[in-house]
């Protein structure tokens, strides 16, 4: 089912710094995300192989909790009254997969009766699947056609 790593996401209030570390001092690439139309903001980091590593999530330092939650819920497993993290490892919002076979996983999920979200990016032909582990990690599972 798993098949690699494929992104981290980080929230951060210091987003042009962020970007500024990953691309002056790493050496990586800013850019749109995969498949976006025209325009759209420039929040992923590319490797040197052009392989979108690492997804920004930009929060107003004046409103963290009120910016991050807006960008977030769509993901519909964030628990009532979380309160992210915006340093350190904290800062770590979720780690992706790229993965095979939805309808097992989504199975296992039900089974288990563990709660998950579903959503699909139809410009990528991407359908991901959030769940926390037992930690409170999210982890987004990616399913392409």
């Given amino acids: ?83 992210p993290a915006f340093h350190g490892s904290g800062a770590i919002d979720h780690v992706a997969f790229e993965c095979v076979g939805r309808d097992e996983c989504v199975s296992r999920l039900s089974a288990a009766q563990i709660p998950y979200a579903e959503n699909h990016v139809p410009q990528i032909d991407l359908h991901q699947v959030f769940v926390k582990d037992p930690n409170g990690v999210t982890i987004e599972l990616n399913f392409r056609s």
């Fill in 1 to 83: 089912m798993i098949r690699k790593l494929e992104l981290y996401n980080i929230r951060t209030t210091k987003f042009a710094e962020t970007v500024r570390f990953y691309v002056e001092v790493l050496g990586m690439r800013n850019g749109a995300p995969p498949g976006a139309p025209e325009g759209w903001p420039p929040s992923w980091i590319y490797d040197d192989a052009g392989t979108p590593v690492v997804h920004l999530l930009p929060v107003d330092p004046g409103d963290p909790q009120g910016s991050y939650a807006k960008v977030s819920g769509f993901r519909g497993v964030i628990d009532a009254g979380e309160s």
